[in-house]
């Protein structure tokens, strides 16, 4: 007899989750209402609610609604997306690549979507009346029904929050004034500051969207603790990591947030004062005729802890890491005091030329060893029967990282 899932293993209102539609994936909060807004479609997760992680749904139009849809728990997956082809060409060279070789115009393709028509048959429909379709090679077709099923799939996967999907969902997000980190870089950042499950670790982070937080909650154990350590308030879901990994309260609790002025004594208190004028001003000009007052948006700033310089100066850390989008080299001296003895430091930049000029500084230090300076460089393969071969576009954003370690200065 199989054992009920426990509660953290299933999907629950208020949790962080994954969805998946064939291959496209965001990172979405499941409200009590359990609406997913996706593009102009409208779709009701309450059916999720309950079920476990990895669960595969198909997409039902709700009728009297365009383009509403409610989910039903797959058990067919191998027939899925299927299609009939009726064979293939040699070779492309006989098919033009012009507008005419498709008779439905998007106009009725937007028809079909809006009259509840579900994917796989408005796929089927395309294939009908494409005048090019049989002309292609087998390849040429596999490609083309891949790229239309990723358009009209009616399933989606709902999954469980990993730090790799999320370092990659916040990669490829076209976010402005946010630093990208790759999945492999952040593996790097992590290695590299030799993270011990139970060790103290300060994190000087500013625009990644709390993606190194959560890195760092995620591998700590309970005997771990992380001081994170900010200067701007400015930054937009600026822990939006952390929130997605879903992790307790006593896991939230291990970290500690501390402003930079705080430590460095000059944080002015009017930083953070509200002045009650300016909310009645804003109260007034958001007031409409026939509706309540409508409640003022404050600005996102972090909670800081009056115990957290008072943990730093008392300590001694076992790494430091900083990733920022201002220059680094200034931030980086302040915090090295609070290393201890032959402990590793790790800075990431977009930009080389910023960690070259603190290589150039920290080479003429005596208390700073095994200095490494390194430009990641990741290239991914696509691996298919008969056809393996590295991808022809890539992303060469993945960054540098400078490191070394700080050890006792010499005479």
């Given at each position: 007899?199989?054992?009920?899932?426990?509660?953290?293993?299933?999907?629950?209102?208020?949790?962080?989750?994954?969805?998946?539609?064939?291959?496209?994936?965001?990172?979405?909060?499941?409200?009590?209402?359990?609406?997913?807004?996706?593009?102009?479609?409208?779709?009701?997760?309450?059916?999720?609610?309950?079920?476990?992680?990895?669960?595969?749904?198909?997409?039902?139009?709700?009728?009297?609604?365009?383009?509403?849809?409610?989910?039903?728990?797959?058990?067919?997956?191998?027939?899925?997306?299927?299609?009939?082809?009726?064979?293939?060409?040699?070779?492309?060279k006989l098919i033009t690549d012009d507008s005419t070789s498709q008779l439905l115009s998007t106009d009725d393709i937007i028809a079909l979507k809006d009259s509840g028509?579900?994917?796989?048959?408005?796929?089927?429909?395309?294939l009908e009346n494409s005048k090019t379709f049989q002309l292609k090679t087998e390849y040429a077709q596999e490609k083309y029904l891949k790229k239309k099923a990723k358009?009209?799939?009616?399933?989606?996967?709902?999954?469980?929050?990993?730090?790799?999907?999320?370092?990659?969902?916040?990669?490829?997000?076209?976010?402005?004034?946010?630093?990208?980190?790759?999945?492999?870089?952040?593996?790097?950042?992590?290695?590299?500051?030799?993270?011990?499950?139970?060790?103290?670790?300060?994190?000087?982070?500013?625009?990644?969207?709390?993606?190194?937080?959560?890195?760092?909650?995620?591998?700590?154990?309970?005997?771990?603790?992380?001081?994170?350590?900010?200067?701007?308030?400015?930054?937009?879901?600026?822990?939006?990591?952390?929130?997605?990994?879903?992790?307790?309260?006593?896991?939230?609790?291990?970290?500690?947030?501390?402003?930079?002025?705080?430590?460095?004594?000059?944080?002015?208190?009017?930083?953070?004062?509200?002045?009650?004028?300016?909310?009645?001003?804003?109260?007034?000009?958001?007031?409409?005729?026939?509706?309540?007052?409508?409640?003022?948006?404050?600005?996102?700033?972090?909670?800081?802890?009056?115990?957290?310089?008072?943990?730093?100066?008392?300590?001694?850390?076992?790494?430091?890491?900083?990733?920022?989008?201002?220059e680094p080299t200034e931030l980086i001296k302040v915090l090295l005091p609070y290393l201890s003895l032959s402990r590793p430091f790790v800075v990431y930049s977009v930009?080389?030329?910023?960690?070259?000029?603190?290589?150039?500084?920290?080479?003429?230090?005596?208390?700073?060893?095994?200095?490494?300076?390194?430009?990641?460089?990741?290239?991914?393969?696509?691996?298919?029967?008969?056809?393996?071969?590295?991808?022809?576009?890539?992303?060469?954003?993945?960054?540098?990282?400078?490191?070394?370690?700080?050890?006792?200065?010499?005479?």
């Amino acid at each position: 007899m199989e054992e009920p899932c426990s509660k953290a293993a299933t999907i629950n209102p208020g949790n962080y989750l994954i969805i998946n539609k064939n291959d496209t994936y965001l990172i979405h909060q499941i409200s009590n209402k359990a609406i997913l807004k996706l593009n102009r479609d409208v779709i009701d997760l309450k059916v999720a609610i309950g079920q476990p992680y990895s669960t595969t749904y198909k997409l039902e139009p709700v009728s009297e609604k365009k383009r509403h849809y409610t989910l039903v728990i797959c058990n067919d997956g191998l027939k899925r997306n299927q299609w009939l082809t009726n064979g293939c060409g040699t070779n492309n060279k006989l098919i033009t690549d012009d507008s005419t070789s498709q008779l439905l115009s998007t106009d009725d393709i937007i028809a079909l979507k809006d009259s509840g028509e579900t994917g796989q048959n408005i796929v089927e429909r395309l294939l009908e009346n494409s005048k090019t379709f049989q002309l292609k090679t087998e390849y040429a077709q596999e490609k083309y029904l891949k790229k239309k099923a990723k358009k009209y799939s009616d399933y989606l996967t709902i999954l469980k929050p990993t730090l790799r999907l999320i370092t990659d969902i916040l990669y490829k997000q076209v976010i402005p004034k946010t630093i990208p980190i790759r999945f492999d870089t952040l593996a790097q950042i992590l290695c590299r500051v030799n993270l011990d499950p139970s060790g103290k670790y300060l994190l000087y982070e500013n625009g990644s969207q709390g993606l190194l937080q959560a890195a760092f909650l995620n591998q700590l154990d309970d005997n771990g603790r992380l001081v994170h350590i900010f200067s701007s308030t400015t930054e937009q879901n600026a822990s939006r990591a952390v929130k997605s990994m879903n992790f307790s309260e006593i896991k939230l609790k291990q970290m500690t947030t501390v402003h930079i002025d705080e430590l460095l004594g000059t944080r002015v208190a009017e930083d953070v004062v509200v002045e009650e004028e300016d909310i009645s001003n804003c109260i007034e000009k958001k007031r409409k005729s026939d509706e309540a007052y409508t409640q003022v948006k404050k600005k996102h700033r972090p909670v800081t802890s009056t115990d957290g310089v008072d943990f730093i100066k008392s300590n001694k850390f076992d790494g430091l890491v900083v990733v920022c989008r201002e220059e680094p080299t200034e931030l980086i001296k302040v915090l090295l005091p609070y290393l201890s003895l032959s402990r590793p430091f790790v800075v990431y930049s977009v930009y080389r030329e910023i960690l070259v000029t603190l290589y150039a500084e920290f080479k003429m230090r005596k208390d700073i060893v095994f200095l490494r300076l390194t430009d990641n460089f990741l290239r991914c393969y696509q691996v298919l029967p008969n056809r393996t071969h590295p991808d022809v576009t890539m992303d060469d954003g993945g960054g540098c990282l400078f490191s070394g370690l700080f050890v006792e200065g010499g005479k």
